[in-house]
C-alpha cells in the first residue's frame, strides 16, 4: 500500500500525470474517468498532482497511509467531480479516513454533489454541527437544501435504503462498477446502487 513515507506511484513527471493534467486542463471527464480507470493500479495509488504539502502538515492529525488515493485526487478541487468520485469508489477505492471528513468538507463544499458521493461511501459517519464552520456562508447560502439534509443527520441515522445500499456495495467490494448493472434492477436503482449524488442525503 502507498504512504507519504513513499514516493508517488505516479510522480508529476510520469507520462500518466501529464496526460491526466492535460484532460483536467480541457475539462474531458470522459478522459479522466478512462485514465483513472483502466491505468491505476492498485485503487489507492498516490497521484501527485500538485505540491501536496497542504495535505501533508503535521497539524493534520492524520494517521500516516490515510492520505491515499480519493485525497490525493481530491487536492485542492483538482478532481472534484462527482463522476470520478464515483469511479474510485465503484472500483474499490477506500473511503476517505473519517476523522479527514471535516477537510473534504473544507476543500469541497462548493461541489456538494462531491460531497455527497464520499460521504455515501459510508454505512454510517457521525455528523457534527461544528462542521458547518467549514463552509463558507456564501457556498452553504447557494446549496442550502443540500446541506440542512446533510446536518439534519446529525441528528437522526442515515435511511434504511442507504444501509441496505452499504451491504450490498460491502460484498461486491471493488467489483460494484461491474456488477451492479447486472442485477435485475431498474437503472435509477442500479444508479442509486453506484453512488449517483441525488441533491440530498437522508
Known amino acids: 500500500m502507498s504512504s507519504w513515507d513513499s514516493p508517488p506511484d505516479y510522480p508529476l513527471n510520469s507520462s500518466f500525470v501529464r496526460r491526466l493534467k492535460?484532460?483536467?486542463?480541457?475539462?474531458?471527464?470522459?478522459?479522466v474517468q478512462e485514465l483513472i480507470c483502466t491505468e491505476v493500479e492498485p485503487?489507492?495509488?498516490?497521484?501527485?498532482?500538485?505540491?501536496?504539502?497542504?495535505?501533508?502538515?503535521?497539524?493534520?492529525?492524520?494517521?500516516?497511509?490515510?492520505?491515499?488515493?480519493?485525497?490525493?485526487?481530491?487536492?485542492?478541487?483538482?478532481?472534484?467531480?462527482?463522476?470520478?468520485?464515483?469511479?474510485?469508489?465503484?472500483?474499490?477505492?477506500?473511503a476517505v479516513w473519517p476523522d479527514a471528513f471535516p477537510k473534504v468538507l473544507k476543500t469541497c463544499a462548493p461541489a456538494p454533489a462531491v460531497v455527497e458521493v464520499l460521504f455515501n461511501a459510508y454505512a454510517q459517519l457521525r455528523v457534527s454541527e461544528s462542521w458547518q464552520g467549514e463552509i463558507p456562508e456564501e457556498v452553504y447560502q447557494m446549496?442550502?437544501?443540500?446541506?440542512?439534509?446533510?446536518?439534519?443527520?446529525?441528528?437522526?441515522?442515515?435511511?434504511?435504503?442507504h444501509l441496505c445500499r452499504s451491504a450490498i456495495r460491502k460484498?461486491?467490494?471493488?467489483?460494484?462498477?461491474?456488477?451492479?448493472?447486472?442485477?435485475?434492477?431498474?437503472?435509477?436503482?442500479?444508479?442509486?446502487?453506484?453512488?449517483?449524488?441525488?441533491?440530498?442525503?437522508?
Not at 446549496?143 to 435504503?161: C, D, G, I, M, V
Not at 451492479?180 to 437503472?187: A, G, I
Request: one cysteine or more; proline letters at 9%; a negative charge.
Open 22 to 31: 492535460s484532460a483536467l486542463g480541457t475539462g474531458d471527464q470522459e478522459a
Open 43 to 94: 485503487v489507492d495509488a498516490v497521484i501527485e498532482l500538485a505540491n501536496d504539502d497542504w495535505m501533508k502538515e503535521p497539524s493534520a492529525q492524520l494517521p500516516t497511509g490515510a492520505l491515499l488515493g480519493l485525497w490525493t485526487l481530491e487536492y485542492k478541487r483538482e478532481l472534484t467531480t462527482p463522476r470520478t468520485a464515483q469511479a474510485l469508489l465503484n472500483h474499490g477505492a477506500p
Open 143 to 161: 446549496h442550502e437544501p443540500f446541506y440542512r439534509s446533510f446536518f439534519a443527520l446529525a441528528h437522526t441515522p442515515r435511511s434504511l435504503q
Open 171 to 202: 460484498v461486491f467490494g471493488k467489483k460494484c462498477f461491474q456488477l451492479v448493472p447486472q442485477l435485475p434492477l431498474p437503472e435509477t436503482l442500479q444508479n442509486y446502487l453506484l453512488l449517483e449524488p441525488e441533491g440530498f442525503l437522508r
